[in-house]
């Protein structure tokens, strides 16, 4: 069990963040993991397919990632700077860590190799960690990049963007959807119960009890006591079942959890409108109203409801005027969702 404690500075500083690295990260466990493929089979078999059909040299990032380790080196997924930042954006930041910090998230990579249970008490200062030995590294890449983390990092940075052309590229659109309107709702949350409502349905590992939030982790244990640093909220695409925390100094706190949502990500099923709504609203304003059981965006809506982003928009704005919808700007884009009233009417147009 994790327990991470607040202060009043802390819960102030809380935030909610979508983390392109992330995804990248949580996505190669995933690969590297077909047990917790639900999901994810079609995009896995897709994707594995790609990877060897374009011989694509992935070595360095796939050794850092391990899926039966306790901890991922934190310098592959630095805090992003926006809400909803780029890959490019976070791969700046990438290149800007510094060689020490590079050495000493290996060395605890290195401890958490000899140490299958980690202890926050343990690994939670990594100067007092002792140097990794060559043969304690999972690769020759992972040992070079320990030797010249400059030019290791501007390696791995090529091979982060050669897996996302193939394997989130052709996907984020829908990926980057999900994971906003995660945001909208926490934000939601957040605004109608406070923390307790932010962490509450977070996921079935977090509680929230007494001013402290307690992730159930089964390899890692300890308190993280947040002295003003707040803690980054990040939801992914690709952690299902699995909720991952960082804690370790100097990087900022974060839990990335499975975003709402996920268990439908490549459903292509279009749900058809009550004939009661319908008859009311029109097809096509039903059907809009229908497809917005998740926050989505115009283009979004266009594409599975089969009209043009500006016929979307017009019915959008019909829709909200009767107060059916909602509009909220997440980063760039504005994201629709229904109001309570369109529950209800969907609710009794379908003879509920």
Do not use: C, N
């Not at 796939?62 to 976070?90: C, E, K, N, R």
């Not at 829908?174 to 307790?196: C, S, T, V």
């Not at 279009?270 to 917005?292: D, F, N, T, Y």
């Amino acid at each position: 069990m994790l327990t991470i404690t607040f202060t009043v500075e802390d819960l102030a500083r809380t935030r909610l963040a979508v983390s392109p690295l992330w995804e990248v990260v949580a996505s190669v466990r995933l690969l590297k993991t077909p047990r917790a493929q639900h999901f994810h089979r079609r995009w896995a078999r897709e994707t594995a397919a790609r990877i060897a059909r374009e011989r694509l040299e992935l070595g360095l990032l796939f050794d850092l990632v391990d899926p039966a380790s306790w901890y991922t080196p934190d310098f592959l997924t630095p805090s992003p700077a926006a809400p909803i930042p780029d890959l490019a954006a976070d791969l700046g930041t990438l290149s800007r860590v510094a060689a020490e910090q590079v050495r000493a998230d290996l060395d605890v990579l290195a401890y958490a190799r000899r140490h299958p249970v980690g202890s926050l008490a343990d690994a939670a200062v990594p100067r007092r960690l002792q140097r990794a030995r060559a043969a304690e590294l999972p690769s020759d890449d992972v040992r070079s990049l320990y030797a010249e983390p400059e030019a290791g990092i501007e390696r791995l940075a090529e091979q982060v963007q050669a897996y996302w052309d193939v394997a989130i590229a052709p996907y984020w659109g829908r990926i980057r959807a999900l994971l906003e309107g995660d945001l909208l709702y926490r934000a939601r949350r957040l605004g109608q119960g406070g923390p307790a409502g932010l962490f509450e349905d977070l996921d079935q590992a977090v509680r929230w009890k007494q001013g402290a939030l307690r992730i159930r982790h089964r390899r890692f244990h300890g308190v993280r006591e947040l002295a003003g640093e707040g803690l980054l909220l990040t939801p992914s695409a690709f952690v299902w079942p699995s909720v991952y925390s960082s804690t370790i100094p100097p990087w900022q706190p974060s839990l990335t959890y499975p975003a709402r949502g996920v268990a439908a990500i490549w459903d292509e099923s279009v749900r058809r409108a009550p004939a009661g709504v319908v008859g009311v609203l029109g097809r096509s304003r039903a059907e809009v109203l229908v497809q917005l059981d998740v926050p989505r965006s115009t283009t979004e809506l266009a594409g599975r409801v089969g009209l043009t982003a500006g016929g979307v928009s017009q019915h959008l704005g019909a829709l909200r005027a009767a107060g059916l919808v909602t509009g909220h700007r997440v980063g760039r884009l504005v994201l629709y969702a229904r109001t309570s009233v369109a529950e209800a009417l969907l609710v009794a147009g379908d003879g509920g």
